[in-house]
T-cell receptor, first 113, second 111 residues
Framework: NAGVTQTPKFRVLKTGQSMTLLCAQD?????MYWYRQDPGMGLRLIHY???????AKGEVPDGYNVSRLKKQNFLLGLESAAPSQTSVYFC????????????FGPGTRLTVL | GENVEQHPSTLSVQEGDSAVIKCTYS??????FPWYKQELGKRPQLIID?????GEKKDQRIAVTLNKTAKHFSLHITETQPEDSAVYFC??????????FGAGTRLFVKA
């Protein structure tokens, strides 16, 4: 049982390049989330999903797209990376709508030059 | 909108002293309050949580209290150790889709 995993762990992009971050969970959780964490800051919600095939916008969705084609995977895409998207990205999942804990992945450190 | 305020943003204590972090939430429908610890370069991890039908919960050196009337909840760490140094996040959940996180408290425990 690996919990929540993220790939890649680190990535450096040039402005305008695109990339996809992959989050996978093996806990059969319904809900999945993408957050970004800037230095010295808290967690800001980018997008989330309440089940396979669904996605919704969070607090800071601009410049990102997501997809949840399979229940266990939640992909975060950057179509045209900007330096402002330099951050650490965390994926998280939780079992259901009823009260439950979010479990976080190890994070992806992204630098956009 | 929904908001969780967390204070202080930075806290420095001497090893062995107690540390207290306080949070205030805005949504009265919030009924689950987790606390996460994030060590440098690591993921946030749950250390303790409390549900709205409970006023206090303790787990060894950490405890959390909840005052629903005032919409306050607090984390208490006793007999602090250097390994307690980390960023701590409080959060509030209404049992809906999203968990609202506080901005975090950076705790330094000086040996």
């Amino acid at each position: 049982n690996a919990g929540v995993t993220q790939t890649p762990k680190f990535r450096v992009l040039k402005t305008g390049q695109s990339m996809t971050l992959l989050c996978a969970q093996d806990m059969n959780h319904e809900y999945m989330y993408w957050y970004r964490q800037d230095p010295g800051m808290g967690l800001r919600l980018i997008h989330y999903s309440v089940g396979e095939g669904t996605t919704a916008k969070g607090e800071v969705p601009d410049g990102y797209n997501v997809s949840r084609l399979k229940k266990q995977n939640f992909l975060l895409g950057l179509e045209s990376a900007a330096p402002s998207q330099t951050s650490v990205y965390f994926c998280a999942s939780k079992a259901s709508r009823t009260i439950d804990t979010q479990y976080f992945g190890p994070g992806t450190r992204l630098t956009v030059l | 909108g929904e908001n969780v305020e967390q204070h202080p943003s930075t806290l420095s204590v001497q090893e062995g002293d107690s540390a207290v972090i306080k949070c205030t939430y805005s949504d009265s429908a919030s009924n689950y309050f987790p606390w996460y610890k994030q060590e440098l370069g690591k993921r946030p991890q749950l250390i303790i949580d409390i549900r709205s039908n409970v006023g206090e919960k303790k787990d060894q050196r950490i405890a959390v209290t909840l005052n629903k009337t005032a919409k306050h909840f607090s984390l208490h760490i006793t007999e602090t150790q250097p390994e307690d140094s980390a960023v701590y996040f409080c959060a509030a959940d209404t049992g809906g889709f999203k968990t609202i996180f506080g901005a975090g408290t950076r705790l330094f425990v000086k040996a």
